[in-house]
C-alpha cells in the first residue's frame, strides 16, 4: 500500500509529505485547494505522461516520492523482471522528477527506469477510478475489456491472436503475389536477364582487387625490366666487365692465398665466401626474374575488358563480389518464387481457409467464456446497484456478432435502465452524472475481486450524488476499506466521516505566492472539517453537532 507521497515543487505545492494509512483514507478542501494536484503526482510516480506545466512557477524542476509497503507479488515479479533490487522488508521506493525542459527521470529503489516501465509497474500498484472513468464507461471500445478483465481471458485471447496473426501475414503474401501477377512475365523477363547476365560473368571473390593489381604490374612492366637488367649487369657483368660475382670471385682467391702466409685471414675468406653464396642467390633470382618477365604478364587489354565488366555489374547490382553474388541469391529467390506463384496462391488459398477455421473455433471458445462472464458480471452488478439505493435498475451487457479482429469476434455494449418499466438502453443516452457514478463504482467493486492491486483511488467519484445515494456509496467505499487501501478525493460530508484517516488540503497566499498544504486533521479538527463540508463558511453549533452526529454514526458502522 502507499504510505507516504512526498511533493516538491508541484503546481503550487512548494513542499508536501503526505502520510496514508490502512483502510480508507479521505482527502477533502476548498474547490481549487489543490486535490487534483495530489491525483496529479501521485499519476506522476506510476508513469503517466506528465508536463513541464506541473512545475511550480520559479522552480528548475519538480519532484513526486512515494513509498509503498506490503508491494504486490505481480510487482515483484516485475521487478525481477528488470532486474531491479527488491528489498527484504516488501518496500517500494519511486521517485519521479520532471525537469523545465520538458524531460523528466525516473527511479526504482535507487535504479533508473523508463516511463515505460515505470508505467507497467504502477498499474498493479494503483488503481486509480475518477470522473474521467466515466468517459470509459460511455465508450464501447472499453466494455469488451471490462468482461476480459473478469474473465480472466488472457490465455484464450492468446491462442486467438496467434491464430489471426498468421492469417494476417499469409494474408498479406497472398495479397502480394496476386498484385503482382498482372506483370509477371515482364518481372521474370528482367530477373532473367539480370541472372543470365551476374552467372555468365563467372564471379569470384577478390578477382577485381587482384585483376587491380595485375594491371598496376602490367603498367609498370618497362620500368620493372630495366631495372631488372641494371641488376644483372651489376651482378654478372657483361662484355666490358665482369660484374660483381666475377669480381668476388677474384677476391676469394687473393684472400684463399693469403691464407698460406697468414691464418687471420681464415675469418675474412669464411666470411667472403658466405657473402658469394648469398649474391650467387641473388644473381640467380633476378636472372629468373628477367627471363619470366617476357612471358608472364597477362595482355593489358584482356585485364582492362574483365575490370570494365566487374565494374559495371558494381555499379547495378553491389560494390563487392560479396554484395553482386548476394544479390543473385535474392533474385534467382524471387524468381523461383514468381515462377511458383500459382502454386503459392493456390497454397495460401488453402492455408487461409484452414486458418480460418481454426480462427472461427477459437473465437466461439473466447465468445462462450465472455457470454458466460458476462451473466456473472450483469448479477453482481445489479447487486451492488440495488446497494447503491438503485433498487430498479437493470444493467446488461449486450453481444453482437462481428467481423473477427485482434480482440475477437464480438462487440459489446452495456446497456442500462435507472427506472423500472424501461428498456436497457446504452449508458450513453440515458445516464445521468450520479448514475454514471454509481454505474462505475459498482463496475469497480466488482473488478476489485479480482484486481490485485492494494491501493484504490476514488477522485470525486461522488460528483452528481446527493442525500442517501451519497450514504450508500460511502458504506461501500468503507466495505471496501477492510481488504484493501482506499484513497478517496470528495466534497460529500457523508463520505468524509468514514476515513480512517482524515487529510486536509488547504491553500494559502502569502504576499505574491500561493501555497498548497496538506495536514491529517485530529478529532477536533475533522469535526469543524466535515461541519464546513455541511454548512460552508457559516459554521455554527448546529452544524458542529450536526458533523459530530454524522461522525459517530459512522464509527459505528452505519
Not at 478483465?149 to 494474408?171: C, F, P, Q
Not at 649474391?279 to 575490370?307: F, H, K, M, P, Q
Not at 570494365?308 to 534467382?332: A, C, H, P, V
Not at 461541519?531 to 459554521?539: E, M, W
Amino acid at each position: 500500500m502507499l504510505t507516504s507521497l512526498k511533493i516538491e515543487n508541484i503546481a503550487v505545492i512548494e513542499q508536501a509529505e503526505i502520510l496514508f494509512g490502512e483502510g480508507l483514507n479521505v482527502l477533502t478542501g476548498e474547490t481549487g485547494a489543490g486535490k487534483s494536484i495530489v491525483i496529479d503526482s501521485i499519476n506522476a510516480v506510476l508513469g503517466e505522461r506528465t508536463s513541464r506545466d506541473l512545475i511550480r512557477d520559479s522552480a528548475e524542476k519538480g519532484k513526486v516520492t512515494a513509498f509503498f509497503e506490503n508491494i504486490p507479488e505481480a510487482v515483484t515479479e516485475k521487478l525481477r523482471e528488470y532486474e531491479i533490487d527488491c528489498e527484504d522488508d516488501g518496500s517500494l521506493l519511486i521517485t519521479r522528477v520532471i525537469s523545465s525542459d520538458g524531460r523528466s527521470s525516473s527511479k526504482i529503489n535507487g535504479c533508473n527506469v523508463t516511463a515505460t516501465m515505470l508505467k507497467n509497474i504502477g498499474r498493479d500498484l494503483i488503481s486509480i477510478c475518477g470522473q474521467h472513468d466515466s468517459q470509459y464507461l460511455l465508450s464501447t471500445d472499453y466494455h469488451l475489456k471490462f468482461i476480459d478483465d473478469i474473465a480472466n481471458s488472457n490465455e484464450l485471447l492468446g491462442e486467438y491472436l496467434e491464430v489471426y496473426d498468421k492469417i494476417r501475414k499469409a494474408t498479406k503474401e497472398l495479397r502480394k503475389l496476386q498484385n503482382t501477377d498482372f506483370d509477371k512475365e515482364q518481372r521474370l523477363d528482367f530477373l532473367k536477364y539480370q541472372i543470365n547476365e551476374l552467372k555468365s560473368a563467372d564471379l569470384k571473390i577478390g578477382e577485381k582487387e587482384a585483376l587491380k593489381e595485375e594491371k598496376r604490374k602490367i603498367l609498370s612492366r618497362e620500368k620493372i625490366e630495366n631495372t631488372l637488367r641494371k641488376a644483372d649487369m651489376i651482378l654478372n657483368g657483361d662484355e666490358f666487365s665482369g660484374g660483381m660475382n666475377s669480381a668476388l670471385h677474384e677476391l676469394s682467391k687473393c684472400l684463399d692465398e693469403l691464407r698460406d702466409f697468414d691464418k687471420k685471414y681464415d675469418s675474412l675468406y669464411s666470411s667472403l665466401e658466405d657473402m658469394r653464396y648469398i649474391i650467387s642467390d641473388c644473381s640467380a633470382e633476378v636472372s629468373s626474374s628477367l627471363s619470366e618477365s617476357d612471358s608472364g604478364y597477362t595482355d593489358i587489354n584482356a585485364v582492362e575488358e574483365r575490370l570494365d565488366i566487374l565494374y559495371r555489374l558494381s555499379s547495378k547490382y553491389g560494390e563487392t563480389e560479396e554484395e553482386m553474388l548476394s544479390y543473385l541469391q535474392k533474385i534467382e529467390e524471387e524468381y523461383e518464387s514468381i515462377s511458383m506463384s500459382d502454386e503459392l496462391i493456390e497454397k495460401l488459398e488453402d492455408e487461409i481457409d484452414e486458418l480460418s477455421e481454426e480462427l472461427f473455433k477459437k473465437g466461439c471458445c473466447l465468445s462462450d467464456l465472455r457470454k458466460i462472464t458476462a451473466l456473472e458480471f450483469e448479477k453482481k452488478v445489479m447487486e451492488e446497484l440495488k446497494f447503491l439505493d438503485m433498487p430498479d435498475a437493470v444493467f446488461t451487457v449486450n453481444f453482437e456478432e462481428a467481423q473477427a479482429t485482434k480482440t475477437g469476434m464480438d462487440e459489446v455494449e452495456f446497456l442500462f435502465s435507472a427506472n423500472r418499466g424501461q428498456s436497457p438502453k446504452p449508458l450513453s443516452k440515458i445516464a445521468s452524472g450520479g448514475e454514471l457514478s454509481r454505474v462505475m463504482l459498482a463496475i469497480r467493486c466488482v473488478l476489485s475481486d479480482t484486481d490485485t492491486v492494494s491501493t484504490m483511488i476514488f477522485d470525486e467519484i461522488d460528483t452528481g450524488v446527493s442525500g442517501r445515494a451519497a450514504q450508500k456509496i460511502a458504506y461501500k467505499m468503507y466495505e471496501i476499506a477492510f481488504s484493501k487501501q482506499v484513497l478517496c478525493v470528495t466534497h460529500l460530508a457523508q463520505i468524509a466521516v468514514y476515513g480512517n484517516n482524515h487529510l486536509l488540503i488547504e491553500k494559502k497566499t502569502e504576499g505574491d505566492n500561493t501555497y498548497t498544504s496538506v495536514r491529517s486533521l485530529s478529532d477536533s479538527e475533522r469535526t469543524y472539517e466535515i461541519a464546513r463540508i455541511i454548512g460552508g463558511d457559516v459554521i455554527t453549533e448546529k452544524t458542529l453537532s450536526s458533523a459530530e452526529e454524522l461522525i459517530s454514526y459512522a464509527k459505528n458502522g452505519y
